[in-house]
Nanobody, 116 residues
Framework: QVQLVESGGGLVQPGGSLRLSCAAS????????MSWYRQAPGKERELVAT????????NSADSVKGRFTISRDNAQNTVYLQMDSLKPEDTAIYYC?????????WGQGTQVTVSS
């Protein structure tokens, strides 16, 4: 059974950093691209970043370029999202995602709040 469990969210001041983790189980992580999405209150879910099977990363949201870095540790079955220089507009629930076949799997999400 595929499971994605996010952790690492919390309350942080503007300019601060957080590292989110996504623990994957039930499938072979190294065979799939992995992504982080986020959803702010009243807004649609948006793609933040994707890491390919080979490990190269793609930041899909212009708003996070140069501040967020996605990475993976296949040996630990974990995907990370390092978030630096956080801004209030980064406040959202962050979700881990993968697509296996025709099905998209999601974690339960972790709340990130950026506020002074």
């Amino acid at each position: 059974q595929v499971q994605l469990v996010e952790s690492g969210g919390g309350l942080v001041q503007p300019g601060g950093s957080l590292r989110l983790s996504c623990a994957a189980s039930g499938f072979t992580l190294s065979r799939y691209a992995m992504s982080w999405y986020r959803q702010a209150p009243g807004k649609e879910r948006e793609l933040v970043a994707t890491v390919t099977i080979g490990g190269s990363s793609t930041n899909s949201a212009d708003s996070v370029k140069g501040r967020f870095t996605i990475s993976r540790d296949n040996a630990q079955n974990t995907v990370y999202l390092q978030m630096d220089s956080l801004k209030p507009e980064d406040t959202a629930i962050y979700y881990c995602n993968t697509v296996i076949g025709f099905y998209a799997y999601w974690g339960q999400g972790t709340q990130v709040t950026v506020s002074s």
